[in-house]
Structures are given as structure tokens and as C-alpha cells.
């Protein structure tokens, strides 16, 4: 028997929204405080993914830096569509706007400026009756629903509340679907930590009545030791086969208790059924299922090394609030990726980071980088109050860690000017040895960040700090986001040759 293993979308892909075209699925995921916004994903048997850009992706579409959007603000839960021949994503940015409607012709862009919709709330969904009326749901707190004028971006009826779940708390994400003879109204409720559920409703029509479905929530992991945790915010499609599958977000906490996850919240799929009286019955999610019939449509994998070599930065690479178009630059030096500090940020003034999302529990990410007159290295972060970073500058190497208000110097190392090549590695605590003074402890994080000068299979690599990885993660941190890896500048120009990231087993 075929299967596939979850996550589909590994790391910080939180809120995923689905639809088909044909043979082609197409996903977007949240992005919150970074740019460019909203990725976008395309697969031909909705396990395979790849990215084939951001739906936002130049500073005309949003205010960039965007306006108060500090950590785990900006761009929340996306919904994607196909119709009338166009693509269609609604998307709330919470920092400044509010909820607008972006639209193209082909999935990978360009995508439209944004039509702003007089609606309040957060998580907007789209939904077309045959007769081509229009029908947002959002989340005020409480379902609402409208209808609107998706070109215009005009309120024509409502708003006014509908269903809102079963009496959990935090009631959100709906999507609206006409399937068959009934509306059904599918909805997140019980917060998106641990007791996180998928529970729905439906109608003959959407001014309704809306009657919940009596096995609700009809998916939930709260309470159980499944290694998935924080199953919701949910959305369905059907395949050319006829079954019926569903995204939806979930975490992998791993470490002592209460278990820590620090990738974020990342994309899940599992198959969903109809039973007698109409209801869907969704599968529990597991680390491995039946995959869905058809084609195999398996991608290579990509690359480990970006050379810098191509005219634009691939569309994985993500900034906090805005990439100034003087912060970076793949030309002046060209085979080289040339920050320059131009900030500030919440943290650290001048502050240019470029970065891309940790996607495996355990992994390694190197750079060769020449700091110049400059200072710039590598940093793995969650947030801006929260990140280790490995920095080279003024002749030395040094590690630091930031953990809420306190920020230190671990580690120090004189080093000779020109290149060097920086690695950080992640492994899961029960990979790594403890520390002598450490041995029969418990290993309380989820796993060790360890720092290093040079290539750590080389002979002549320094090993300069072991940090425990549970301060970066979001039982510590809070909020909606997951790590990212990357490389800065915080003073001055820094060049980087080459930047590397691969799983390890």
C-alpha cells in the first residue's frame, strides 16, 4: 500500500486553505510579520508540494514595514478559491487594513493590488452560489457571515451571525462550501493550542438555519498522546476520484513536560469520509496514512546550497516586516548575497535579516560569509526577543542569545579576516549526549542548538556553545510563528557566498 507521511508542508505553515483546478491543487498558508506574504503552494496529488511563490510579493500590495506589526501580527489565515476562470485570496492583514481580496490569473502571480472589504474580524472565507452571489464568512468573535461584491469589495447584505460551534472557546476559521443539497459551514474552535478542534454545521441555505453535527467536534487530539497535537483551523477538497481529503494545521511537541514545539504550526492532511446521514467523519492524523489514489506526483528535492546565482532571491527566503530594496542585493556582488544593515528593528538597530523557515526536527545550516568592515552572521530565531545568533565581526566570532528582556554573550573567538563559514545544527534532545555535569538528568528541551566555527565534520572546527532549544519555542515565546534560520548584517555590508540547509538523520 502507497502512503505518505505527515507533515506535507513541514515547518512554520500555519492555516492552510485548499482548492482544485482540474489535476492541481493549490495551498496558502499565513505569514504574519513577514515579507514577502501569504506562500503558495502547488501539487498534482496533495502530498507533494512545492512553492511556487508568495501571493504578496512586492510593498505596492501592503505597507511595508508593516504598521505595528510586531511578532505574530500582520497577515493572518488566508482563504484560497478558484472561480469564474480566476484565483481569488482573501486574507486579513491585522496590523493595518483589515480584510481585503487579492486576485490573478495564474496561481504563481502576479497577483492583483488589494480590494479592501468594509468587514470587520478576522479569517474571511469566500464562497460563489450558482447564480454567482458572493458569500464571505469571518470571525468577529462568532461566525458571521455577508454578501458581498468580491470585485468591488462591496457589502450588499449583513453582516449577521450564523453558527459558532459547539461552545468552545475561540470559535473561528470558517469556510463555507455548497456540497450536494446542503451549505455546510466548517469552523475551528477550542483555541489553536492544545485544545484546538475541527466542528461543523450545515444548512439549507446560508441564511440558514445552521444545525451542528451531532459527532461534533468531528476532529479534535486534545487529551490524547498522539505526537500530533493542536489538530484545527481545517479546510476541504475534493479529488478527481471523488474522495474527499482535508488540510489543516497541527504542532509536534516534543521534550518534558508541558513539550515544547518550535517549528510552528505546519500543514497536516488527513482523509475525510461522508457517512449515512451526510455528516463528514475526518480520520484522525497520523504520522503516516493510506495515500490518496492517482498519479504520483513526487518532486526532487531541492537543493541544499543556494549559490546566489539566480537574477532574484527564491521565494522561501522571508524578512521580518520588509526587505528594503537598499537592505540587500544579489548584484553587487554578483554570485553573492550583500546585506546591508539599514533596520531598526524591535532589537537590534540596522538590523537586515534574510532567512527561511526551519522545516525538520533536525538539521544543519551553514554559510559562508565575509563581514568586511561589517558585522552579520547567522541567527535562528522565533522572534525578535528570542533568538540565538552566531556573529562574526571587529575580528572575533561570538554566540549570543536573546531570551525575553535578557541578551548575553556565550562564547568569543578571535578570528583572522576574509570568509569563514559559520554552522548551526539542531538535534533532537534524545540524539544528544548530555554534558557531564548534566549525566542522568532529564533533557528537558526539545533539542540542542549547537554553534559552530567551520564545518563540524572538519578537523579544524571550533565548537563554541550548546544552547537548549525549548527557549526558542512557543510555549516560552508565545504567539503564531515558528523558527527561522538566516543570515543578517547589523552593521555595515556583509557578503555571503553560499548558504546551506539540509535535513540530518
Same mark, same amino acid.
Given at each position: ?289 493510506? %495515500? ?5 506526483? $513526487? ?7 543556494? #549559490?546566489? @546565482? *539566480? =537574477? ?126 548534566? %549525566? ?5 528541551? $526539545? ?7 567551520? #564545518?563540524? @565534520? *572538519? =578537523? ?46
Amino acid at each position: 500500500m502507497r502512503t505518505y507521511d505527515n507533515p506535507v508542508i513541514s515547518g512554520f505553515h500555519p492555516d492552510p486553505s485548499v482548492c482544485r483546478v482540474g489535476d492541481d491543487y493549490y495551498l496558502v498558508c499565513s505569514s504574519f510579520e513577514y515579507f514577502p506574504g501569504l506562500p503558495i503552494f502547488h501539487s498534482r496529488d496533495l502530498v507533494h508540494w512545492q512553492q511556487i511563490g508568495n501571493v504578496l510579493d512586492r510593498p505596492g500590495q501592503l505597507p511595508l514595514p508593516l504598521p505595528g506589526s510586531a511578532a505574530s501580527r500582520g497577515l493572518y489565515a488566508p482563504t484560497i478559491r478558484h472561480h469564474d476562470g480566476r484565483f481569488w485570496v482573501i486574507n486579513t492583514n491585522v496590523s493595518d487594513g483589515g480584510n481585503f481580496i487579492v486576485t490573478a490569473e495564474r496561481p504563481e502571480g502576479p497577483w492583483s493590488d488589494p480590494v479592501w472589504i468594509d468587514l470587520p474580524g478576522i479569517d474571511p472565507d469566500l464562497a460563489w452560489e450558482e447564480d454567482g452571489t458572493c458569500w464571505c464568512a469571518f470571525t468577529v468573535p462568532g461566525i458571521h457571515l455577508a454578501r458581498i461584491d468580491p470585485v468591488k469589495g462591496e457589502v450588499l447584505e449583513g453582516p449577521f451571525p450564523v453558527w459558532s460551534g459547539t461552545g468552545l472557546t475561540w470559535p473561528e476559521a470558517p469556510h463555507l462550501y455548497r456540497i450536494g443539497d446542503w451549505w455546510y459551514l466548517l469552523i475551528a474552535e477550542g483555541g489553536t493550542e492544545r485544545g484546538h478542534a475541527v466542528s461543523v454545521a450545515r444548512a439549507r441555505s446560508p441564511r440558514g438555519p445552521w444545525e451542528g453535527a451531532p459527532a461534533n467536534p468531528v476532529l479534535s487530539h486534545s487529551g490524547t498522546d498522539r505526537p500530533i497535537q493542536s489538530t484545527g483551523h481545517g479546510d476541504l477538497v475534493a479529488a478527481p476520484d471523488g474522495n474527499w481529503w482535508m488540510v489543516l494545521l497541527g504542532t509536534r511537541p516534543r521534550g518534558f513536560s508541558p513539550n515544547f514545539h518550535v517549528l510552528g504550526r505546519e500543514t497536516f492532511l488527513t482523509p475525510v469520509e461522508w457517512d449515512g446521514d451526510g455528516w463528514p467523519v475526518v480520520a484522525p492524523v497520523a504520522e503516516r496514512h493510506p %495515500a490518496p489514489g492517482g498519479a504520483w506526483h $513526487p518532486l526532487p528535492e531541492p537543493p541544499a546550497r543556494d #549559490d546566489f @546565482d *539566480a =537574477p532574484a532571491l527564491a521565494p522561501h527566503w522571508i524578512s521580518p516586516y520588509a526587505r528594503p530594496d537598499n537592505s540587500w542585493s544579489l548584484t553587487e556582488r554578483p554570485g553573492r548575497l550583500a546585506l546591508t544593515a539599514t533596520g531598526p528593528t524591535l532589537d537590534r538597530p540596522g538590523h537586515t535579516f534574510v532567512g527561511r523557515r526551519q522545516q525538520h526536527l533536525d538539521c544543519r545550516a551553514a554559510a559562508l560569509l565575509d563581514p568586511g568592515t561589517g558585522r552579520g552572521g547567522l541567527s535562528i530565531r522565533l522572534d525578535e526577543a528570542h533568538h540565538y545568533d552566531l556573529e562574526v565581526g571587529v575580528g572575533e566570532v561570538r554566540v549570543v542569545a536573546r531570551i525575553g528582556p535578557l541578551r548575553q554573550t556565550l562564547a568569543r573567538r578571535p578570528v583572522p579576516p576574509g570568509p569563514l563559514t559559520l554552522t548551526l545544527t539542531v538535534r533532537t534532545t534524545d540524539l544528544v549526549p548530555p554534558s557531564p555535569e548534566l %549525566a542522568g538528568a532529564e533533557p528537558f528541551g $526539545p533539542d540542542t542548538i549547537t554553534c559552530w566555527l567551520g #564545518d563540524p @565534520d *572538519a =578537523p579544524d572546527a571550533h565548537l563554541l556553545a550548546e544552547l537548549d532549544g525549548r527557549y526558542l519555542s512557543t510555549e516560552v515565546a508565545t504567539g503564531f510563528t515558528g523558527r527561522v534560520i538566516g543570515m543578517y548584517a547589523t552593521e555595515g555590508t556583509v557578503t555571503f557566498d553560499w548558504f546551506d540547509y539540509s535535513p540530518t538523520p
